[in-house]
Nanobody, 115 residues
Framework: QVQLVESGGGLVQPGGSLELSCAASGNNFWRYTMGWYRQAPGKQRELVAS???????NVVDSVKGRGTISRNNFKKTVYLQMNSLKSEDTAVYLCNAFYGDESYWGQGTQVTVSS
């Protein structure tokens, strides 16, 4: 069982930056593929970025060049650094841990990009 708690969201101006954190509790954090997803009002949840147990990363095209995912297995935490934020990045950002038939979600953190 893994519990995930996201933090770091908030209100940021267009062009600004923020770093989201997802702290995990439970065992064997290192083996999980970790992902950041987002869901905007009226839209489907979409993958933003993921990082495997081996550290291989994937960032979706809409965020590529602006977003970086990383993990610290010692701290059991995964991060999402977002730069050059746009209004269309406004969403609830959720953390996911995936391994085999296990999948866990956090409650999410709101990111609002507005002047």
């Amino acid at each position: 069982q893994v519990q995930l708690v996201e933090s770091g969201g908030g209100l940021v101006q267009p062009g600004g930056s923020l770093e989201l954190s997802c702290a995990a509790s439970g065992n064997n954090f290192w083996r999980y593929t970790m992902g950041w997803y987002r869901q905007a009002p009226g839209k489907q949840r979409e993958l933003v970025a993921s990082i495997t147990a081996m550290g291989d990363t994937n960032v979706v095209d809409s965020v590529k060049g602006r977003g970086t995912i990383s993990r610290n297995n010692f701290k059991k935490t995964v991060y999402l650094q977002m730069n050059s934020l746009k209004s269309e990045d406004t969403a609830v950002y959720l953390c996911n841990a995936f391994y085999g038939d296990e999948s866990y979600w956090g409650q999410g953190t709101q990111v609002t990009v507005s002047s």
